[in-house]
T-cell receptor, first 116, second 112 residues
Framework: GAVVSQHPSWVICKSGTSVKIECRSL??????MFWYRQFPKQSLMLMAT?????????EQGVEKDKFLINHASLTLSTLTVTSAHPEDSSFYIC????????????FGQGTRLTVV | SQKIEQNSEALNIQEGKTATLTCNYT??????LQWYRQDPGRGPVFLLL?????KEKRKERLKVTFDTTLKQSLFHITASQPADSATYLC???????????FGTGTRLLVSP
């Protein structure tokens, strides 16, 4: 299957700093990317959906100024957690899909963010 | 509001038995329903998709049913193995597939 590479796999940052997470589709064009957050023993919560070249659509309750999503190319999307706080510590996962080819979505390995 | 419900309690079964997981949804009119598997600390992996006009879909030891009247999908793993232990997630999809939203997930534990 198609490969989605997410980087970094884990990161520790100080409270108040910003962290950028990258999500790349390696062998297909990701027309749509999804960003999720997952707390321990809970399901994935969709944060936002982004289509290449367009602004992301955020789910209710997700602060768009805090979680900046950029999907400038068909192979790369980034999520920046700005002014991170300990409550932002979570597992962040991206997913990518080529709308023209398939309904299947491919997931990255996830990023474990710890804010201290 | 839209809801996707799966058994939140873990399902414990013995190796060799059939595991059946349930996905119920409300305020959706899905054109498709997908099932994914997630292992701890990893991203989900796609397993199966079933369309609204399909009653049943099979792939090796997996079988999915889709009842749009009951607004329910059942996911079966036959001849289960310890390696099948994971969390299984369902995702109903509307036509156009703008969003991929998951149910709460059901953890399956297959003991030898």
């Amino acid at each position: 299957g198609a490969v989605v590479s997410q980087h970094p796999s884990w990161v520790i940052c100080k409270s108040g700093t910003s962290v950028k997470i990258e999500c790349r589709s390696l062998d297909f064009q990701a027309t749509t990317m999804f960003w999720y957050r997952q707390f321990p023993k809970q399901s994935l919560m969709l944060m936002a959906t982004s289509n290449e070249g367009s602004k992301a659509t955020y789910e209710q309750g997700v602060e768009k100024d805090k979680f900046l999503i950029n999907h400038a190319s068909l192979t790369l999307s980034t999520l920046t957690v700005t002014s991170a706080h300990p409550e932002d510590s979570s597992f962040y996962i991206c997913s990518a899909r080529d709308n023209r080819a398939s309904t299947e979505a491919f997931f990255g390995q996830g990023t474990r963010l710890t804010v201290v | 509001s839209q809801k996707i419900e799966q058994n939140s309690e873990a399902l414990n079964i013995q190796e060799g038995k059939t595991a059946t997981l349930t996905c119920n949804y409300t305020n959706y009119s899905p054109a498709y329903l997908q099932w994914y598997r997630q292992d701890p600390g990893r991203g989900p992996v796609f397993l199966l998709l079933i369309r609204e006009n399909e009653k049943e879909k099979r792939k090796e030891r997996l079988k999915v049913t889709f009842d749009t009247t009951l607004k329910q999908s059942l996911f079966h793993i036959t001849a289960s193995q310890p390696a099948d232990s994971a969390t299984y997630l369902c995702a109903p999809l509307n036509t156009g597939f703008q969003k991929l939203v998951f149910g709460t997930g059901t953890r399956l534990l297959v003991s030898p």
